[in-house]
């Protein structure tokens, strides 16, 4: 059973439904000044990230590709649209919905690298300990999203539990080809799509993360391909 996995989805529920009811409680300003620290968390993590990146042109192919296909399927116009149906369906959402925010808050809540290798080494080893790690830091920052975007923030726990589950259950297939360059490139372009995500809340870039969210997926055999192929 992965309780590691079950207890991380448990966080994010908990934290869009205490998020969003401490945020009645909080003035328009304090929330602002909340949505920046989270903005400044996530360039943070990005950038402390990035530098681990092995070979350079792999994770840049790998971005690049992410963002032509995720351009051509619109996927964060998808995306925002099942939000929308659900908002509206579960949440009670309408019109103010800050539906950019909460895409934000989707990506970093499904594709963050430590989730991922989180869930693969609870898969492989029964080691929790880095599942739990994020689930404490998912409590806070979900929590945080909500006192702005209220309870809607625990519908990021759908996603995140579709992802999470699929990678617990394709770790076998997938971890012995994390070879330290591999794996560094995976993380380093896990912390590219934090630094979307913070570029992204602060408004400084138009460039919308859930376009790129492939780059987790082709990065390892991208970067696989590029050590075969070119060294």
């Known amino acids: 059973m992965p309780y590691g996995i079950i207890t991380d ?32 968390w996530a360039l943070s993590l990005g950038i402390a990230l990035v530098p ?7 994770v840049m192919l790998s971005l690049s590709l992410s963002y032509i296909i995720g351009y051509a399927l619109d996927f964060d116009g998808h995306v925002n649209s099942l939000i929308l149906g659900a908002a509206k369906r579960l949440f009670r959402g309408n019109d103010a919905l800050d539906i950019n925010t909460l895409s934000v808050l989707i990506v970093l809540m499904t594709f963050g690298g430590s989730g991922i290798v989180g869930a693969m080494t609870e898969s492989m080893t029964g080691d929790t300990s880095i599942i739990l790690a ?26 995140c539990t579709v ?69």
């Open 9 to 40: 989805i448990v966080a994010i529920l908990l934290g869009g439904i205490i998020g969003g009811l401490i945020g009645n409680h909080l003035s328009e300003n304090f929330k602002a000044e909340l949505n920046n620290v989270i903005g400044v």
């Open 52 to 58: 681990r990146m092995q070979i350079f042109g792999a």
């Open 134 to 159: 994020r689930a404490v830091a998912d409590l806070i920052t979900v929590t945080m999203f909500a006192t702005t975007l209220g309870t809607i923030s625990s519908i990021a726990a759908v996603p």
């Open 163 to 231: 992802s999470l589950f699929a990678f617990f259950f394709c770790a076998k297939l997938i971890m012995p080809l994390m070879t330290d360059a591999v794996y560094a490139n995976f993380m380093a372009a896990g912390g590219i799509l934090n630094i979307i995500s913070g570029l992204r809340m602060f408004k400084v870039s138009k460039a919308k993360p859930m376009n790129a969210v492939l780059v987790v997926f082709l990065v390892v055999p991208i970067t696989i391909l590029w050590q075969n192929l070119i060294g």
